[in-house]
């Protein structure tokens, strides 16, 4: 199967994102507007522990409206970087997808928050089509490329 769908009207998205992360074995590269789910972002540091490189963009807005996101990335070895819209500071980096070892793409509606998980009705996409995933890779490169190197203000 090249794609698997999830909604959280019908199961619960976040352990199926947690298994995921944990069977990376090289890299993980998120591209997330929110990041608020503990387990999720503890599913991130472990991966780091088992030497994989574990890489975050996350919105420099969402990042400054609260003290979840920092809370979370703070103390870790995930390397994470801020970024706005296209537009600068007022627009939004609104995108929601993770790369896995650079085989697996994860993207959708779905926020890595408590409230998609509990509240929302969200959809998460599972792609393992080489072409496709490849599109997401360089999606993130350019976003990585181009956000502040500045993990002190995301802690």
Known sequence: ?????????SVRVAPRIEGLLGEATRSIDCALYRLGNTALAKGLRQATHRGVRVRVVLDR??????LS??????????SCRLSSG????????HHKFAVLDDSIALTGSYNWSEESEEDNYENLVILRESALVDAYIQ???LLWQQASDSDADAR
Request: net charge positive; hydrophobic share 30%.
């Open 1 to 9: 199967m090249n794609a698997e769908v999830l909604f959280t009207s």
């Open 61 to 66: 807005g969402k990042v400054r409206e609260g």
């Open 69 to 78: 996101h920092r809370e979370l990335l703070k103390n870790n070895s995930v």
């Open 86 to 93: 296209r537009s600068g500071g007022k627009s939004k980096m």
């Open 139 to 141: 999606e993130f490169d």
